[in-house]
Antibody, heavy 117, light 107 residues
């Protein structure tokens, strides 16, 4: 199993960014996927979840209306579209493979998003 | 639901037993309680799901228990690679909550 995130970088407050997470080594289209973030020196914060077929999505209140999760099973990729970014969105963003809606079975290595002017 | 982990930091020596606590503000099914390990500079790793089920490849010195509002992770004999931060997690139907973490450091 491998999850590889990309798309992080430095963005100004109010800006937008799209993160990608490419999965391999498993049947990507059969599993839900999550995004989780970790601010520098802080704990883990769940961000969003998408069902295996893209039919259902959930988003944390802290990013609701600003972040959107989506997936393309033909490309084995899940995305996180982030807009109206704030300084407090600065974090390493991880994607994670769902384990039958009880835990996160496997995590990617993360991609750093820094919101700064 | 808020998950409170204690202690914040646990200072122990290799070979000692570590007991980490995770307390929830409301009771929930143990099926949805998981534990993760995160070493410095590394990605989190699933240790325990369903409160007491070890994930694939997790050594049997790690065990989880608890129900209702009180859950715990026990490391029977600490090895050098076990010094890390541990997080508990509640997986709800529409959201996920993490505890603040317990750091296990070398005494």
């Amino acid at each position: 199993v491998q999850l590889v995130e990309s798309g992080g970088g430095v963005v100004q407050p109010g800006g937008s960014l799209r993160l990608s997470c490419a999965g391999s080594g498993f049947t990507f289209s059969s599993f839900g996927m999550h995004w989780v973030r970790q601010a520098p020196g802080k704990g883990l914060e769940w961000v969003s979840f998408i069902q295996f077929d893209g039919s259902t999505e959930y988003v944390a209140d802290s990013v609701k209306g600003r972040f959107t999760i989506s997936r393309d099973n033909s490309k084995n990729t899940v995305y996180l579209e982030m807009s109206s970014l704030r300084a407090e969105d600065t974090a390493v963003y991880y994607c994670a493979k769902d384990l039958v809606r009880v835990a996160f079975e496997f995590w990617g290595q993360g991609t750093l998003v820094s919101v700064s002017s | 639901i808020v998950l409170t982990q204690s202690p914040g930091t646990l200072s122990l020596s290799p070979g000692e037993r570590a007991t980490l606590s995770c307390r929830a503000s409301q009771s929930f099914s143990s099926s949805f309680l998981a534990w993760y390990q995160q070493k410095p500079g590394q990605t989190p790793r699933l240790l325990i799901y369903g409160a007491s089920n070890r994930a694939t490849g997790v050594p049997d010195r790690f065990s989880g228990s608890g129900s209702g509002t009180d859950f715990s992770l026990t490391i029977s004999r600490l090895e050098s690679e076990d010094f890390a931060v541990y997080y508990c997690q509640r997986y709800e139907s529409t959201s996920v909550t993490f505890g603040g973490g317990t750091r296990v450091e070398i005494k």
